[in-house]
């Protein structure tokens, strides 16, 4: 039990690491992070549904509002810089999805 319990503690921080390291880059995306780990869709899905309880899109997703959340209490850039810092290319896609998580706008969020 430990055994397995350490190899997905390995497996999840690498797709972590592989998402962060990518975060800017608005192209990649799941298809992006399983030949980056090379391994098939259906393990890498099972993989992070089991670990994070999310699909890997919206793992990566999260993962990227996570950022987009730290930059923007940082105050140092704005909130379309920060968009793009962390991979989304359209506004009110970001805006949408980051009003989803945490229930109130970036530029909000920024302000607080």
Partial sequence: RAIVDDRNEKIGRKITDMVESHIADS???VTRLQESLEIGSKLLYRKVKQMTGKTPVE???HIRLQR???LLR???FS???V???VG???SSYFSKCF???YGITPAEYARQ
Wanted: proline residues 0%; hydrophobic residues 40%.
């Fill in 27 to 29: 192209d990649f995306n």
């Fill in 99 to 101: 009003q989803k998580a």
């Fill in 68 to 70: 987009a959340s730290v």
């Fill in 79 to 81: 909130v379309s810089e």
């Fill in 74 to 76: 940082e105050g140092r």
């Fill in 88 to 90: 989304f290319s359209n």
């Fill in 59 to 61: 793992f990566i997703r």
């Fill in 83 to 85: 968009m793009y810092m």
